[in-house]
């Protein structure tokens, strides 16, 4: 009984959402509709869904699309990228770059060919992931960026997305393609202006190829009121460093998958993390870093802030495939609770099948040391004061890895706006 009401709630839920008019392969767009009549909204008895309930995702019912705002963003992080806007995942020319440089691809996938819309799915697969077949059957739009060989990149690409309105949903797709010998940065921001009860499904396909360098710098800053899941998946060939720094800074349930596949070998991967939560809050950080080949190392960073009634979790994976030797894999979760009612789970894992390794995780959770904000207020700092400059402190090495002064300067006028912290 309880399965059919969940694929109900399902069914109701794809009823009311547009299929895509992308041009996407037949074979994808077909897995994807099994996919979606075969499966039910992940529920607790799952074990990647243990501590996230979807519910309130699936009792969204879609509003039909509504005109889109040509309006000016307040949400430009750096105002000398190429930006990219898309609104309730609609792709925004007026307030998008046109002169794209030399050596570079850009286009929303409305614009793409077909060879060129032959890459998606290629590394996001759609069996038993209903978010990622839902992104597939009824997909908005959403990026297509490939850098050629031996490009290095002096400006920053920035993709800006947007929801407006009350019960929209966009289902948001981006490709990336770094080239052999390329060096690029790129910047996500996902961002609400008066929206309610939306739900932004973002997946996003990277490939860092032979000895490219490919940051990525994503900012999530959507309302209360407002839901996020994101997917990543990455391919590291050879040599390539691939470095993400996810910034969860609003939104009523946020869940991001970050799957990294390193394929090549002498690959260097580096996955950084804050997410800062008050009220009722919800995120859920999921990341795995599969090991395929020798001599390559990972360096994982998360830490967490929560306050009032909020939860976090964290399930981080570390794999080292048989053969995979000399690998250095190092993970680490740390949070502070605010309050007598936040929570947080934490689930860091390493499964080996090598035996010339150096791997290591660890989790952490406690509150603000007393003796410490003591110490601080003895020397005429308030407690409020001295708090907020725990929390800087305690966050401080995380945004240290941030490379991009804009990227910087725009979290931390967030963070006094919204928690009145000074950095």
């Avoid at 998946?233 to 609003?250: A, G, P």
């Avoid at 660890?362 to 409020?384: H, N, P, W």
């Amino acid at each position: 009984m309880n399965e059919i009401l969940q694929e109900n709630k399902l069914t109701a839920f794809i009823n009311n959402l547009s299929p895509t008019s992308l041009n996407f392969s037949n074979e994808l767009l077909q897995s994807a509709t099994i996919s979606l009549l075969t499966n039910d909204f992940p529920t607790t008895r799952k074990e990647a869904w243990k501590y996230t309930r979807v519910g309130r995702i699936a009792a969204i019912k879609a509003a039909p699309k509504s005109a889109i705002s040509s309006s000016p963003t307040p949400f430009t992080i750096d105002s000398n990228a190429l930006t990219f806007v898309f609104e309730n995942g609609e792709f925004i020319p007026s307030l998008s770059s046109a002169i794209i440089p030399k050596g570079i691809s850009i286009k929303s996938l409305s614009f793409c060919d077909a060879e060129e819309l032959s890459q998606i799915g290629k590394l996001a697969k759609v069996d038993g992931e209903i978010f990622t077949a839902m992104n597939v059957a009824y997909a908005n739009d959403g990026l297509f960026i490939k850098i050629a060989d031996h490009i290095i990149l002096e400006q920053s690409i920035q993709i800006t997305h947007i929801l407006r309105g009350k019960n929209n949903v966009s289902n948001f797709r981006n490709y990336i393609h770094a080239g052999k010998f390329s060096k690029a940065h790129i910047i996500q921001g996902y961002f609400s202006q008066n929206a309610t009860h939306c739900f932004s499904n973002v997946v996003t396909e990277i490939v860092t190829g032979e000895n490219a360098f490919l940051t990525i710098d994503k900012i999530q800053y959507e309302e209360m009121g407002n839901f996020h899941v994101a997917t990543e998946e990455v391919q590291q060939d050879k040599n390539s460093t691939f470095t993400i720094n996810t910034l969860t800074l609003d939104g009523t349930l946020v869940r991001n998958n970050l799957t990294i596949g390193v394929t090549g070998v002498n690959c260097t991967t580096n996955l950084n993390g804050v997410y800062l939560l008050k009220e009722n809050q919800h995120v859920d950080n999921h990341t795995i870093v599969d090991h395929c080949a020798p001599n390559c190392e990972s360096h994982e960073l998360y830490k967490g802030v929560i306050d009032d009634s909020a939860t976090a979790v964290f399930n981080g994976k570390v794999f080292v495939r048989k053969d995979s030797q000399k690998i250095n894999a190092f993970q680490s979760n740390a949070n502070v609770l605010l309050s007598d009612s936040a929570t947080m789970n934490s689930k860091p894992e390493l499964e080996i099948y090598a035996d010339d390794v150096k791997c290591s995780h660890g989790s952490t959770t406690g509150q603000l040391d007393d003796e410490a904000i003591f110490y601080l207020r003895a020397r005429g700092i308030s407690e409020k004061s001295a708090r907020h400059l725990m929390v800087s402190a305690f966050i401080g090495d995380v945004l240290g890895k941030i490379e991009n002064e804009k990227v910087l300067e725009f979290t931390h006028s967030i963070l006094k706006d919204r928690f009145g912290w000074e950095f």
